[in-house]
């Protein structure tokens, strides 16, 4: 009975080889998760301590192969392709290959931490590493967006309550929902109330067109529900 490391089906297990018996085939079955395949017309066992050391309890005087030599002494484990090593030592293997997974998890989240960083200046690196992170869209764009034309002053924000009763509180003021903005007649004082509210944020103000507003005392005239000056 000889055993080696294969690899079957993207998984690594532990072939077994021996001619056929029934008691034998009952004896490996005590190991959990042993299985036949039909294509390497053998039987293979999990590639773990504990499936190993049971393979061994169970069939003392079975002969562990590698690749480089057809026969090892039965106190050795395989990987194929590789150094054979002890079992006393395939622990500390195992517990090194955690220690190396573990660093390089706490490294990536060490540059996740570094990229999240706010940048005091935006030189060339940190605009790059902003750009690729989405950091830099949000740094600069604007908490409030306010578009003025002849007839009206349309309103971009985030949804905030105060806001909204702010907003409600203009004479004729709506909210266009097929642009998700607010839409504030522009006559009287309305964009310096609007400029001096929003002031204490990101403020941006766009002007389409030559800045026209209506006198104190015109109002907006209403056309089949619209608003025109």
Avoid at 16 to 41: C, G, H
Avoid at 45 to 51: C, F, H, L, S
Avoid at 187 to 211: D, P
Wanted: glycine share 4%; charged share 30%.
């Amino acid at each position: 009975m000889k055993a080696s490391k294969i690899i079957h089906r993207n998984e690594t297990r532990i072939r077994v080889d021996f001619p056929y018996s029934s008691e034998l085939v009952s004896k490996l079955r005590q190991i959990a998760d042993a299985r036949w395949s039909k294509t390497m017309n053998t039987w293979h066992i999990p590639y773990t301590k504990e499936a190993f050391e049971q393979l061994r309890s169970i069939f003392p005087d079975i002969e562990i192969v590698t690749e480089n030599t057809d026969l090892v002494s039965t106190n050795r484990l395989i990987p194929v392709g590789g150094p054979v090593v002890s079992t006393a030592s395939a622990t500390e293997i195992h517990r090194k290959e955690d220690i190396f997974n573990t660093k390089k998890i706490e490294q990536k989240e060490a540059v996740s931490e570094e990229i999240e960083k706010p940048a005091e200046s935006l030189d060339n690196s940190a605009t790059l590493v902003l750009q690729k992170t989405g950091k830099l869209h949000d740094k600069l764009k604007p908490e409030v967006e306010i578009t003025v034309t002849h007839q009206h002053l349309y309103v971009k924000l985030a949804k905030n309550e105060p806001d909204i009763q702010f907003l409600k509180s203009f004479r004729y003021a709506k909210w266009d929902i097929a642009n998700f903005q607010w839409v504030v007649p522009n006559y009287k004082r309305n964009l310096s109330l609007l400029q001096s509210y929003f002031g204490g944020r990101k403020l941006q103000v766009n002007e389409k067109v030559a800045l026209r507003v209506v006198g104190e005392t015109e109002q907006p005239i209403w056309i089949k529900g619209k608003c025109w000056l």
